[in-house]
């Protein structure tokens, strides 16, 4: 069975440019998330997806990022304009879904942005 | 609020030595609790989970048991390996039930040959 895809899996651009990072997850995986990782630091949610609809944005920065999940598969993580304290690791998961606590949730590999 | 706290790293053991990365946690309500590993290179992997008080979970010779007394998920392996390098990280689900992970900031480990 395949694992979550993220694709790219580096990234370099320079500040202001716009920039998007896509993740598809395991096959009938209802639940995806985005999750931003800081180096040595722990895994943060930006948003959680339940099928199509996001149901937990409030950590995602509004004002310049935007994200989607068209069909309820793939989903789409856009930055626009990108700042320098963007760069990070930005991690896609799935889960079964059904917001339950005990489900695992299944990582890709991350996009690496380095913003300069 | 929730939230996870994991020893600081790095932690650097010989081969065969004992491991044991501490982990405490707070929350309201019953969380379930997690281990993950990030090998070099690579993407976050389940280790481990529990999902009541006194569960232990365990998974390639690592364990770890769900110590609702004292809010606490230390990870210990018998025996560790070079191959077992990497970077561990606990986690908890929000107690909302909402399945949002909150995780630690990650310990590193460094075995020698």
């Known amino acids: 069975e395949a694992g979550v895809v993220q694709s790219p899996r580096y990234k370099i651009i320079e500040k202001k440019q716009p920039v998007a990072f896509w993740c598809n997850p395991i096959s009938g995986h209802n639940t995806l998330y985005w999750y931003l990782q800081n180096l040595g630091q722990g895994p943060e949610l930006l948003i959680r997806?339940?099928?199509?609809?996001?149901?937990?944005d409030s950590q995602l920065p509004k004002d310049r990022f935007s994200a989607e999940r068209l069909k309820g598969v793939d989903s789409t993580l856009k930055i626009q304009p990108a700042e320098l304290g963007d760069s990070a690791v930005y991690l896609c998961?799935?889960?079964?879904?059904?917001?339950?606590?005990?489900?695992?949730?299944?990582f890709g590999p991350g996009t690496r942005l380095t913003v300069l | 609020g929730n939230s996870v706290t994991q020893m600081e790293g790095p932690v650097t053991l010989s081969e065969e030595a004992f491991l044991t990365i501490n982990c405490t946690y707070t929350?309201?309500?019953?969380?379930?609790l997690f281990w993950y590993v990030q090998y070099p290179g690579e993407g976050l992997q389940l280790l481990l989970k529990a999902t009541k008080a006194d569960d232990k979970g365990s998974n390639k010779g690592f364990e770890a048991t769900y110590r609702k007394e004292t809010t606490s998920f230390h990870l210990e392996k018998g025996s560790v390996q070079v191959s077992d390098s990497a970077v561990y990280f606990c986690?908890?689900?929000?107690?909302?039930?909402?399945?949002?992970?909150?995780f630690g900031q990650g310990t590193t480990l460094q075995v020698k040959p």
């Open positions: 998961a799935s889960s079964l879904g059904g917001g339950r606590g005990t489900d695992t949730q299944y």
């Open positions: 997806y339940e099928n199509e609809e996001a149901v937990d």
């Open positions: 986690a908890l689900s929000d107690t909302s039930n909402t399945g949002k992970l909150i």
């Open positions: 929350a309201t309500g019953y969380p379930s």
